[in-house]
Every structure is written in structure tokens, then in C-alpha cells.
């Protein structure tokens, strides 16, 4: 049937994305050496003339190879990250890197592009992470059974390189993939009306948020301090390890302050002018967004493509400030339950949040841009923050903190309820349209596969050939 033909394959391509994750530190610790294609396939004399197989090959795709021991690793890998190897086999295993070779040694054909920037900055990240596991990174060293940290850094920024572009390479296929709503119509119709998926309870929300007013004097300590950063790195200091000691954006501090991005790339709109308006090497003074202030570094300009590094400060809010906005947002709550204004017309006039006050208040749930949010799906605190209010109930003033330690108090309301319930094609254009592109998806990959496959030299060696692989590995 369809629908089960259909989960068959979105759980197959959801396992393959899972085991790409949990393979992330297979992937880490593969032999990734690029070598001839002669080498996969060419014995050796031992000493006393026995044949033998070289270092365990068992696998080429392209210029790359798949070691004997890459797949005992990968299952040492999974354990030690709490999964189960009970149901994935050597032959399941081998597909899964054989399918990631070939992505990256597509990606070199394609002319895709890692940079060294890139490179040290996942080698920042992943070398922190490891190293808060196990305490020093010697230990790290020795269990690479490297001699030293540089040789470590130098093993593992081929493997970091070669990790990038197989997921730049399943990007690139992934995001080709566009789909029409006659497309979305048809796959509809096509689900039996007895196997259409069941969605569960649902809601629509609202907020009101009001941000405590930063005096002038304050905005313009922060101002000073990055002036007085920019100034140290102009005279010779790291700006990547300023950011690290110093920005408050814990998406990009541990990396040294590193972002890619385009025009298109969904930053603020402040910031990408700022970005976009400096050259290589040249450092911008600081400036203001709603998240703070921030200065701006560029490392390289590849087309429409920057590469940078920022500090980002937010001044601090003081006790007088948070008192004034709670008085400031419980006057509009009273005003509100007083029926002297509805919720979604204090949202458009009195709301500080730009990205939800145009449409009053309606939250975009970020995982599907829908304005429903799923219960069972739900962030935590968000959860917790409507869960016991009733429909049009208004909340209490809420003192909110993000992750960059921003405070706001905000108001919040339940605008709509859905019971769990079939899928409708009206109701719920925006979760069939995510399955039909999902499997449009799987089939643009598959179709990919079977043409890179052909034109590829692969050679798999030995017992491995018995495998029943998913793909045509054996070019049968």
C-alpha cells in the first residue's frame, strides 16, 4: 500500500540521516586516505610469498577507500554512544560508508568547495567537545593512537574536510528538490483513505513582549568595550580568540565568533548590511541589533559568499528597567482583559518583538513555519508556559530569559485548538506538503545514487561482495 510503501521509505531515509549522525565519530576516526584506484585492487607478495590483502581494504569509491576496520569501529562508535548494533549488520554498515565516500568524492567532481577557515573551525568545536568528555587531550591523542597533538590536528582535518563535503555534496541534491501543490495534491489523493496518517493534538499561540529599555549610558559602555576589542585585534591580537573569551552568541563564541552566510541566509537584517559591506580583513565598528551590539570581521568573500567572525555584548539590563517593563506589560494585560483592546491589536501596537507583532502575535513554529505547534513536539518551556490556560485565557506577566540572556516579560494565549485527528487535506496542507517532499526527496537521492554509481569507479573486495546492498554497489 502506499502510505506503508511510504514510511518504509521515510523511515530508511530518517535511519540513513540518523546513522549519518551516530556514524559522525565512525566518520572522525575512518582511514580517509585518498589514494589510486589501483591500489584497492592490487596484492602484495609477503615475505615467504604468500598473497596477502593490503592493510584491509575492502572497498573503493572513486579515490577513497573503506578499511576492514572502519565498520568495527563504527560499531564501537554506535555502542559507545548508547545506541544498538543488534539490528544493523558489517553489510549495512559498509553501505552507509560507501554512500558517504561517494558523496564526498562527488562533491571534489562538482568543484565544492571546504575551506581551511572551515576546517579549524569544526576542528575548534569538535576538539572542545572531546576534550570536555574526557579531560585532557592527550587522552584524545592517545586513543587516535597518534604521538602528538599536531600529528592528531593534521589526521583529523582530512577527516573533518572530507566529512564537510559529503554533507555540503547531500545539501546541494536535497535542496534541488522543489515541489509544486499539484504535486502535494496528487500524492494526497493517491494515500488509501484507510492508511492517512493520523496528526496529533495541536494549538496556536500568541505573545506580547516587552523589552526593558537599556539606558544610553549603559549602550554606550558596551559601545567602548568592543571599540577598545577592535582596537587590541588591529594591533595584532586573535579576533577569534577575543570572541571566544568575550561574545555572548553561544552559537559562534566556542568557534572563535565563525559564521558562513549569503544574502539569503537568515540573519538580521542589520547585520548581513554591516557584513556585506566590508572587505576581506577589514573590521567593521560596533553596532546595534536587537540582539546587542556587535563588531564584525571578514576572513574571505568567495562570490556571494562571506565568511566571517563577530563578538556580540548586549548590554546589561537593570533592576529599574525589568520593574518598568513589567508595570509597562501588566497595564496591557489589564487593558486586554478590561475589552478596551484585543490581544492581536495590542500585539501590532504595543509588542517590542518585530518578528511576531505584524501578525498579531502569532507565533511560526521553526520546525515546520506553520503557526500550529504539535503538543508532543513541543519546547518544554513553551509548553509549560500555555499548557494549564484556557482558550483566549491570558497569561501572567512571564519574565523570559533566551539563550543569549536577553530578559523580556511577555503575555501569552492559546488563539486555537486541534484534537488529534486524520489528515485533511485543507487543514493540513502544510504537513502533507512536508511528506511529499520528503519523498520526492528520497527518490531525487536514489535516482542520484544510481547515476553517480555508474559513472563512478567503485570496487568492493572479497566477502563483501555477498552483501545485498540497498544500492548497486556491485554494478550488477
Given at each position: 500500500m502506499l502510505l506503508k510503501k511510504l514510511?518504509?521509505?521515510?523511515?530508511?531515509?530518517?535511519?540513513?540521516?540518523?546513522?549519518?549522525?551516530?556514524?559522525?565519530?565512525?566518520?572522525?576516526?575512518?582511514?580517509?586516505?585518498?589514494?589510486?584506484?589501483?591500489?584497492?585492487e592490487k596484492p602484495v607478495e609477503a615475505p615467504s610469498g604468500q598473497r596477502q590483502k593490503i592493510d584491509g581494504i575492502i572497498a573503493t569509491v572513486g579515490d577513497y577507500i573503506v578499511l576492514d576496520s572502519d565498520i568495527d569501529k563504527g560499531f564501537l562508535e554506535i555502542t559507545a554512544?548508547?545506541?544498538?548494533?543488534?539490528?544493523?549488520?558489517?553489510?549495512?554498515?559498509?553501505?552507509?560508508?560507501?554512500?558517504?565516500?561517494?558523496?564526498a568524492h562527488q562533491a571534489i567532481q562538482?568543484?565544492?568547495i571546504v575551506s581551511d577557515a572551515e576546517v579549524r573551525s569544526m576542528m575548534e568545536e569538535r576538539l572542545n567537545y572531546m576534550t570536555q568528555q574526557v579531560g585532557d587531550i592527550n587522552k584524545v591523542?592517545?586513543?587516535?593512537?597518534?604521538?602528538?597533538?599536531?600529528?592528531?590536528?593534521?589526521?583529523?582535518?582530512?577527516?573533518?574536510?572530507?566529512?564537510?563535503?559529503?554533507?555540503?555534496?547531500?545539501?546541494?541534491?536535497?535542496?534541488?528538490?522543489?515541489?509544486?501543490?499539484?504535486?502535494?495534491?496528487?500524492?494526497?489523493?493517491?494515500?488509501?483513505?484507510?492508511?492517512?496518517?493520523?496528526?496529533?493534538?495541536?494549538?496556536?499561540?500568541?505573545?506580547?513582549?516587552?523589552?526593558?529599555?537599556?539606558?544610553?549610558?549603559?549602550?554606550?559602555?558596551?559601545?567602548?568595550?568592543?571599540?577598545?576589542?577592535?582596537?587590541?585585534?588591529?594591533?595584532?591580537?586573535?579576533?577569534?580568540?577575543?570572541a571566544v573569551l568575550y561574545s555572548q552568541d553561544p552559537g559562534s563564541s566556542p568557534n572563535g565568533g565563525y559564521y558562513k552566510m549569503t544574502r539569503k541566509t537568515p540573519f538580521v537584517k542589520e547585520f548581513k548590511d554591516v557584513a556585506f559591506s566590508l572587505q576581506e580583513g577589514e573590521i567593521s565598528e560596533p553596532f546595534e541589533t536587537n540582539f546587542g551590539f556587535h563588531i564584525i570581521m571578514v576572513d574571505k568573500i568567495k562570490g556571494q559568499e562571506v565568511e566571517l567572525r563577530h563578538i556580540l555584548i548586549a548590554p546589561v539590563v537593570s533592576e529599574t528597567a525589568l520593574k518598568d517593563a513589567k508595570e509597562r506589560i501588566t497595564n496591557i494585560?489589564?487593558?486586554?482583559?478590561?475589552?478596551?483592546?484585543t490581544f492581536a491589536e495590542a500585539a501590532r501596537t504595543e509588542s517590542d518583538e518585530k518578528e511576531t507583532r505584524?501578525?498579531?502575535?502569532?507565533?511560526?513554529?521553526?520546525?515546520?513555519?506553520?503557526?500550529?505547534?504539535?503538543?508532543?513536539?513541543?519546547?518544554?518551556?513553551?509548553?509549560?508556559?500555555?499548557?494549564?490556560?484556557?482558550?483566549?485565557?491570558?497569561?501572567?506577566?512571564?519574565?523570559?530569559?533566551?539563550?543569549?540572556?536577553?530578559?523580556?516579560?511577555?503575555?501569552?494565549?492559546v488563539t486555537n485548538r486541534i484534537e488529534s485527528h486524520t489528515a485533511d487535506y485543507g487543514k493540513d496542507y502544510t504537513?502533507?506538503?512536508?511528506?511529499?517532499?520528503?519523498?520526492?526527496?528520497?527518490?531525487a537521492i536514489a535516482k542520484w545514487f544510481d547515476t553517480k554509481i555508474k559513472d563512478t569507479y567503485i570496487k568492493v573486495i572479497g566477502e563483501y561482495r555477498d552483501c545485498a546492498f540497498t544500492n548497486n554497489w556491485l554494478k550488477k
Amino acid at each position: 500500500m502506499l502510505l506503508k510503501k511510504l514510511q518504509l521509505k521515510t523511515i530508511d531515509y530518517r535511519l540513513g540521516l540518523t546513522m549519518c549522525f551516530l556514524l559522525f565519530f565512525n566518520s572522525l576516526i575512518s582511514a580517509q586516505e585518498i589514494i589510486p584506484d589501483v591500489v584497492a585492487e592490487k596484492p602484495v607478495e609477503a615475505p615467504s610469498g604468500q598473497r596477502q590483502k593490503i592493510d584491509g581494504i575492502i572497498a573503493t569509491v572513486g579515490d577513497y577507500i573503506v578499511l576492514d576496520s572502519d565498520i568495527d569501529k563504527g560499531f564501537l562508535e554506535i555502542t559507545a554512544q548508547g545506541g544498538s548494533v543488534k539490528d544493523i549488520s558489517r553489510c549495512q554498515m559498509l553501505g552507509k560508508l560507501l554512500e558517504d565516500k561517494l558523496y564526498a568524492h562527488q562533491a571534489i567532481q562538482d568543484s565544492i568547495i571546504v575551506s581551511d577557515a572551515e576546517v579549524r573551525s569544526m576542528m575548534e568545536e569538535r576538539l572542545n567537545y572531546m576534550t570536555q568528555q574526557v579531560g585532557d587531550i592527550n587522552k584524545v591523542v592517545a586513543y587516535y593512537k597518534k604521538n602528538s597533538v599536531e600529528e592528531f590536528k593534521t589526521y583529523f582535518a582530512d577527516i573533518l574536510k572530507e566529512q564537510k563535503l559529503a554533507s555540503e555534496m547531500q545539501k546541494k541534491i536535497v535542496d534541488a528538490v522543489e515541489i509544486t501543490p499539484e504535486e502535494v495534491r496528487n500524492f494526497f489523493k493517491k494515500i488509501p483513505k484507510e492508511e492517512l496518517p493520523t496528526f496529533g493534538a495541536e494549538m496556536e499561540v500568541a505573545q506580547i513582549v516587552v523589552e526593558p529599555k537599556v539606558s544610553a549610558e549603559d549602550k554606550q559602555k558596551v559601545k567602548d568595550r568592543l571599540s577598545a576589542i577592535r582596537k587590541d585585534v588591529l594591533e595584532g591580537s586573535s579576533f577569534a580568540t577575543k570572541a571566544v573569551l568575550y561574545s555572548q552568541d553561544p552559537g559562534s563564541s566556542p568557534n572563535g565568533g565563525y559564521y558562513k552566510m549569503t544574502r539569503k541566509t537568515p540573519f538580521v537584517k542589520e547585520f548581513k548590511d554591516v557584513a556585506f559591506s566590508l572587505q576581506e580583513g577589514e573590521i567593521s565598528e560596533p553596532f546595534e541589533t536587537n540582539f546587542g551590539f556587535h563588531i564584525i570581521m571578514v576572513d574571505k568573500i568567495k562570490g556571494q559568499e562571506v565568511e566571517l567572525r563577530h563578538i556580540l555584548i548586549a548590554p546589561v539590563v537593570s533592576e529599574t528597567a525589568l520593574k518598568d517593563a513589567k508595570e509597562r506589560i501588566t497595564n496591557i494585560r489589564n487593558k486586554i482583559i478590561n475589552k478596551e483592546i484585543t490581544f492581536a491589536e495590542a500585539a501590532r501596537t504595543e509588542s517590542d518583538e518585530k518578528e511576531t507583532r505584524t501578525n498579531g502575535g502569532t507565533l511560526v513554529n521553526p520546525n515546520t513555519q506553520d503557526t500550529r505547534f504539535e503538543l508532543t513536539k513541543m519546547d518544554p518551556t513553551l509548553y509549560s508556559q500555555v499548557s494549564n490556560l484556557k482558550d483566549n485565557e491570558i497569561s501572567q506577566p512571564l519574565l523570559n530569559t533566551d539563550e543569549k540572556g536577553k530578559k523580556t516579560y511577555k503575555l501569552i494565549t492559546v488563539t486555537n485548538r486541534i484534537e488529534s485527528h486524520t489528515a485533511d487535506y485543507g487543514k493540513d496542507y502544510t504537513k502533507i506538503k512536508e511528506l511529499a517532499l520528503k519523498e520526492k526527496q528520497i527518490n531525487a537521492i536514489a535516482k542520484w545514487f544510481d547515476t553517480k554509481i555508474k559513472d563512478t569507479y567503485i570496487k568492493v573486495i572479497g566477502e563483501y561482495r555477498d552483501c545485498a546492498f540497498t544500492n548497486n554497489w556491485l554494478k550488477k
